[in-house]
């Protein structure tokens, strides 16, 4: 089992000299470390509660977001999420792999604790104050709230199933805190389309999402875009300049967004070479049902790793070059 990031960094100096601290919201470094300490298979291995929690347990923080970011001390976070700098490729007759294309950002509300730590009072606050900025979303970003708790079983399947609706959160979540008095206060608001989506509560306060069938990625990004243009000016959003916005888990600093094609690599990813060949290109490969789920009939959902010390734009471009490379190895390899 490879070695967790949180394994790598944190001596045992390191831990007694962060040991004793507490940011204004009660965050620990046993908070921050919890998850990767109650399951040794983390890659990562923890979360982070508050704004503040950054600062405080930078020492150990930092090295974790430099090494997987490729990032450094000094660096400063550059935005551009202008969909006219895109250069969206052409996949051809090869573009009919792709199933679906799907671009989320993750978001904080400045003044808030973020998943891991924040209250069950402040998480209902939190919920009605989002409620309120989605409502006065107009056009194509209009839509409804269907708050988690009183949805029926059979509506919240279907959503989960059809790629729309986030699920309790797993054994990592879990120990992280991110499950407490789950469903309260969560929820998911989506256009009548289901192209917009927002969920509430969940792993960070806020996952913007855009995405439809087929691989129109500007199309799918340009609405991620205005949307989160239109939120900005309502919602105050945790953020620094070195790292960007702010997120409970370090992978998604910076940007904090993942673009995403659902891309049927039958072949391909046969080969033990996959998931390297994927790395190199800067993508990762998750499961169809997303993070630490399994892929069925060779389809995969292929996305941009880094979020910090790249722009948005860089982010999809990332995604768009290197799914024409998979496609081309993809392709040979059928014959
Ligand atoms: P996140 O995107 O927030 O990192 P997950 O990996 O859990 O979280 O994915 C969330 C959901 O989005 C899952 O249901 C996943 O199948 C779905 N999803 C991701 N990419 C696509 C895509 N390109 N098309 C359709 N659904 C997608
Ligand atoms: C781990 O350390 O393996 C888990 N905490 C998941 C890390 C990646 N998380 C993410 O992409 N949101």
Redesign the pocket.
Known sequence: MAQ?LLKKYLTPELEARLRGLKTANGVTLEDVIR??QE?PD????V?VGDAEAYSLFAPLLDSIINEYHQYSSDGQHRRDFNPSNLRANDFGPAGEKIISTRIRVGRNVQGFAFPPAITAERRLELEKRIIEALMSLQGDLAGQYYPLSGMDEATRQSLVEDHFLFKQGDR?LEAAGVNRDWPEGRGIFHSADKRFLVWINE?DSLRIISMQKGGDLLSVFDRLSRAVRALEEKLPFAYNDRTGYLSS?P??LGTALRASFHIALPELSKRPYFKEVCTSLGLQARGVHG?HSESEGGVYDISNRRRLGVTEVEGVQTLCDGTEELLKLELALEG
């Open positions: 967790s998850s990767g399951n983390s890659s990562i291995g979360y990592f792993e888990c992978t998604n993070e």
